[in-house]
Each structure stands twice: as C-alpha cells, then as structure tokens.
C-alpha cells in the first residue's frame, strides 16, 4: 500500500497504490486542506487509483464516501482517475460510478464528482479552473512518477 501526492497548478493528485486504509484517506484530506490553505482557494482534486489496486471492503467503502464531504470543502471537484484498460479496470469504475451516484441521490446540487479512465481525461474536464495548459500539467505529473507507465493521455 503507497500513497503519493503531488501538486501541480491548482491539480492536487493523491496516487494509490496497492490498497487503501483509512490513515491514507485521512492524510488525503489532510494534504488538500493543506494544499488549498498554501493556494488561498480550492483544489482540484484527482485520485489515481493504479491498475491493480485492491478494492475496498464494505466499511472502508463508507469511510471513504463519509470523508469524499470533508475532501470536497478544500476541493472544486473529485476527479477519481481508475487507471487500467482491462475488464477489471471497467468494472471498478462502474462500481465506483454507483457509488457516487448513490451518494448524490442524498445530496443534491451538480454533480461534483467524475470517473476517469485517465488522468488526461481529468486534467481536460478541469481545463476551465487551471492556469497551465493540459499538455504541461501532464507532462509534469509522468515527470513525478504520478501517471502510470502507458496510460498518458488514456493510451496504452
């Protein structure tokens, strides 16, 4: 289990690796809250899960929706980046498509939260609240490791 984060611009992104606990989900929060302070306004906010991550149980499923409230008071919006061309990787943002779809039927107002299948698509939906173009917020995100290998811009 490993938790990166990195900021480039106003695109905060928390990449996990393996599994997630809830330490990890609090410091997520913790970081973006720390992050938005420095800035003097909200991020926004991309989780990359990579290929392979585990999914979380029951319980840590609810504990991360439960903190998804908190993360979006230092946050524009959740971009949630599944990683992964594959069956699996379908699957999972489907599921976690679900998720968020159930949680908005209690909370209404637009959506706030996205599923990608790259963190490209994420940066191109965010366009209108970054100041540097796509491309480089890209580039400099693979530079620090944050992009999977052979998922640049949704490719593989």
Do not use: W
């Not at 439960?66 to 993360?71: C, N, P, S, Y």
């Not at 609240?129 to 949704?154: D, F, N, Q």
């Amino acid at each position: 289990m490993a938790l990166r984060t990195a900021l480039v611009d106003r695109f905060f992104v928390a990449r996990l690796e393996g599994s997630v606990d809830r330490d990890q989900v609090d410091r997520i929060v913790r970081e973006a809250g720390e992050a938005a302070r420095k800035l003097g306004r909200p991020v926004v906010y991309c989780g990359v899960n990579a290929p392979g991550l585990e999914p979380p149980d029951g319980p840590m499923r609810a504990y991360i929706m439960e903190r998804a409230q908190d993360l979006l008071e230092h946050a524009t919006t959740l971009e949630i980046v599944m990683e992964g061309d594959g069956l699996r990787s379908s699957l999972l943002r489907t599921v976690v498509r679900g998720m968020v779809t159930l949680s908005r039927t209690r909370r209404p107002g637009r959506p706030r939260t996205h599923i990608h299948a790259s963190v490209r698509e994420a940066i191109d939906r965010s366009r209108s609240e970054l100041s540097l173009p796509p491309g480089e917020i890209e580039r400099r995100l693979a530079e620090l490791g944050m992009i999977s290998t052979g998922v640049v811009s949704g490719r593989s």
